[in-house]
């Protein structure tokens, strides 16, 4: 058996400027933190040459054609592993919570696959792989962040050339402003999960017909991560806060599925109750949030949301990236 580990990611500044429809024809640019909530993948060979899914559901079939799930059947055909296998996913988070976990399980699903068949695929492989069957094969109307960052772990930039190349810089944070972070930056779960392929796809046609001066707010977004990764390098945990604020307001004008009046009460409540900024994550809809608040303001803000009902998160942040945790693979 192989167990082959990869981790979620918060967007920390740019979000959504990696999308197709955007950096296709300006370029992108975010920075975005890996976190230590995981999702796990087990390959296993199987005594006979059928296959065996096991994930939210189960699935028991003779041919790859017969695999109800996209990701598992794409993800085979590319490696060529055909049968005699059995496959167990699980993860940390809820599927469509807006931290990127079904690009996580495509990087973790390609690294156990690739593991099995005794090949080490580098970080930068194994991004573009998991890009190329989640974009390229199976049309998802999403971008490369989730995929690369999972891939490569840490709190990291990412620039997204017009060309479709990616260029990954690791940031070397100042150790006090991790810990800064990770106490400061409140994470809540709303309790609501939507599929990100419906904000994202009237995301791409509000962009593409910069409707409402959807590029330029697309623009600000960029910049924004431009200044979020100087703000990171400069230790300056407040300033990072004041800046959240800013980027909700342009991002949460993108599409009109991005927020709901419930969720923009619940982060009226969170700025209410003394965060400085937050926002929430991937697509939005529903997911989590993210709120940066000050440690004099932390109980107020933790007891407001929990009173409206949404439930806390601890986090740390990662600096493995995908790993292979276990390989007890011998024949």
Request: with cysteine.
């Amino acid at each position: 058996m192989i167990v082959s580990r990869a981790p979620v990611r918060f967007s920390l500044g740019g979000g959504g400027t990696d999308l197709p429809s955007y950096a296709r024809e300006h370029g992108g640019f975010l920075v975005a933190g890996a976190i230590d909530k995981y999702v796990f993948v087990s390959v296993a060979k199987r005594f006979y040459s059928d296959i065996r899914l096991a994930y939210s559901k189960t699935e028991h079939v003779d041919s790859i054609d017969d695999i109800e799930h996209r990701i598992f059947r794409e993800a085979l055909r590319f490696t060529d592993l055909r049968g005699g296998l059995e496959l167990h996913s699980l993860a940390d988070v809820p599927a469509n919570s807006g931290l990127g976990s079904s690009s996580t399980f495509t990087v973790a699903l390609l690294n156990g696959l690739h593991t099995f068949k005794r090949e080490h695929i580098p970080s930068a492989q194994l991004a573009q792989e998991a890009c190329k069957i989640e974009i390229d094969i199976l049309k998802e109307p999403i971008g490369k962040q989730d995929q690369y960052i999972a891939a490569y772990g840490g709190i990291t930039a990412f620039t997204f050339h017009r060309d479709g190349s990616v260029e990954v810089e690791p940031l070397q944070l100042q150790a006090d402003l991790i810990d800064e972070l990770e106490s400061n930056l409140l994470i809540f779960y709303s309790g609501v999960e939507r599929s990100a392929s419906e904000v994202l796809t009237e995301q791409a046609q509000v962009i593409t017909s910069n409707q409402d001066g959807a590029v330029e707010r697309m623009h600000r977004i960029k910049a924004l991560g431009y200044e979020t990764k100087k703000i990171l390098l400069s230790g300056n945990s407040d300033a990072y806060g004041e800046l959240l604020h800013e980027h909700w307001a342009n991002k949460r004008k993108l599409a009109s599925k991005m927020a709901t009046s419930v969720i923009d009460e619940h982060y009226d409540a969170a700025r209410k109750a003394g965060a400085i900024g937050g926002k929430l994550m991937g697509a939005g809809g529903g997911g989590f949030f993210m709120f940066y608040v000050r440690q004099p303001d932390k109980r107020r803000v933790y007891d407001a949301l929990v009173a409206r009902g949404l439930r806390p998160m601890r986090f740390r942040f990662d600096f493995d990236g995908a790993r292979i945790m276990a390989n007890f693979h011998r024949s």
